[in-house]
C-alpha cells in the first residue's frame, strides 16, 4: 500500500467514525428516518471531500479532530445531494454507491426528509462549540458552506444541470453549471479545512482556494471522461439513464481527447498553486493526483 493509500484509509475510517457519531442512532424516534439517514451517509463513497478538507487542514497547521467536524458537515451535505438527486424528480437512479438508491430502499417521502435532514445537521454539526476559538470565523465557515451549498452554489448549478437537458451548451456554460454544482462543495471542503487552523495564513487560503477550484473543475470532467469511457463499453442502456445521455458533457462538447488535455491543464494549474510550500502541501498533491487519474 502506498503512503497516500494508507493516508487515505486511515482518513476515511476515521470520518466513518465521526459521521457515525454525528447521525441520530437508528433505535432514537423516528427511527426509520434516522435508519434511513445512516443508510445513505454509512458505509460508501471514496469522501474525497473529505480528504480535501484534511489534507488543506494538514498544509494550515489544523488540529484534525476539528477538521473531521468541518469535513463530515460537507460529506453530510454532499450525502444529501445525493440522495435528492437519484429521486424521480431529478436523475431517477436506483442505485448509489452499490446498493439501492435511498428512495429505492425507502420511499421518496422518506429520501426527501432525509436529505433535509441531512443538510440541517450538516449546519448544526459545524456550529459546534469551539470548533475555532475565533467564534466570528467560525460564523464564517457555516456562511461558508450555505453559500456553497445553496442556490448560488450547489443547488444553484443543479437547476442550471436540469434546465441544460437537450440544449447543445458552450464550453464555457457548462463550466459555469459544474463550477457551481460539484466545484462549489469541493472549494468549500479544502476552504473548511483551512478554516480549522487557528492562525490563517491568508497566502496558504489563497493558494488553496485557486487549486480547489481547478481541482473541482478536473473532478467534472474526469467524471464525464469516465462516464463515456463506461457507455462505449456498454451497448445497452437502462431507460432510467435515457435523460441523462441527452445532457451535455465535456466529452461532447470537447471530444475524449480533448477532454483529457483539459484535465491535465487543471491538475497542472492546482499543483502550481502548490508549488510555494513544497513538502507541506504534499496530501494536497496527492489529492489532487487521485481526483484526477481515477482511472486513466
Ligand atoms: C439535489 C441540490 C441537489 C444537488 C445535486 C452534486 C449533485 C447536485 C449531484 C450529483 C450528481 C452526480 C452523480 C454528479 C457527478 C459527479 C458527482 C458529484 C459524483 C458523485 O460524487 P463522488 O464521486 O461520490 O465523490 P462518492 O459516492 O464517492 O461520495
Known amino acids: 500500500m502506498t503512503d497516500f493509500q494508507s493516508w487515505a484509509r486511515h482518513t476515511q475510517q476515521r470520518m466513518e ?3 457515525d457519531n454525528l447521525l441520530p442512532a437508528s433505535y432514537i424516534a423516528p427511527t426509520r428516518l434516522h435508519e434511513a439517514m445512516r443508510y445513505a451517509v454509512l458505509g460508501g463513497g471514496k469522501r474525497v471531500r473529505a480528504l480535501l478538507a484534511h489534507a488543506a487542514g494538514e498544509l494550515c ?11 463530515a458537515a460537507v460529506e453530510l451535505i454532499h450525502a444529501y445531494s445525493l440522495v435528492h438527486d437519484d429521486m424521480p424528480c431529478m436523475d431517477d437512479d436506483d442505485l448509489r454507491r452499490g446498493k439501492p438508491s435511498c428512495h429505492k430502499q425507502y420511499d421518496d ?16 454539526s459545524l456550529a459546534t462549540p469551539g470548533l475555532c476559538t475565533d467564534p466570528g470565523r467560525q460564523l464564517e465557515m457555516v456562511s461558508l458552506l450555505a453559500i456553497a451549498s445553496g442556490s448560488r452554489g450547489m443547488a444553484g448549478g443543479q437547476a442550471i444541470d436540469l434546465d441544460s437537458v437537450g440544449k447543445a451548451l458552450e464550453q464555457s456554460e457548462l463550466e459555469y453549471m459544474h463550477i457551481h454544482k460539484t466545484g462549489a462543495l469541493i472549494r468549500a471542503a479544502a476552504l473548511l479545512g483551512a478554516h480549522c487552523a487557528n492562525d490563517l495564513d491568508q497566502e496558504r487560503l489563497h493558494a488553496i482556494d485557486h487549486y480547489a477550484q481547478a481541482i473541482g473543475l478536473a473532478f467534472q470532467v474526469v467524471d464525464d471522461i469516465l462516464d463515456a469511457e463506461a457507455d462505449s463499453e456498454t ?3 437502462t ?10 458533457t ?4 470537447l471530444g475524449i481527447d480533448h477532454a483529457k488535455q483539459l484535465a491535465k491543464e487543471l491538475l497542472d494549474g492546482a499543483l502550481a498553486q502548490l ?3 513544497g ?3 504534499h496530501r494536497l498533491e496527492q489529492v489532487a493526483h487521485f481526483i484526477t487519474q481515477r482511472s486513466f
Open 17 to 19: 467514525h465521526t459521521l
Open 61 to 71: 497547521g489544523a488540529a484534525p479532530e476539528k477538521v473531521d467536524i468541518a469535513a
Open 109 to 124: 417521502a422518506t429520501a426527501l426528509l432525509v436529505g433535509d435532514a441531512l443538510q440541517t445537521l450538516a449546519f448544526q
Open 235 to 237: 451497448l445497452g442502456k
Open 239 to 248: 431507460a432510467g439513464k435515457d435523460a441523462q445521455s441527452d445532457k451535455p
Open 250 to 253: 465535456y466529452v461532447t462538447i
Open 275 to 277: 508549488a510555494p510550500f
Open 279 to 281: 513538502e507541506a502541501a
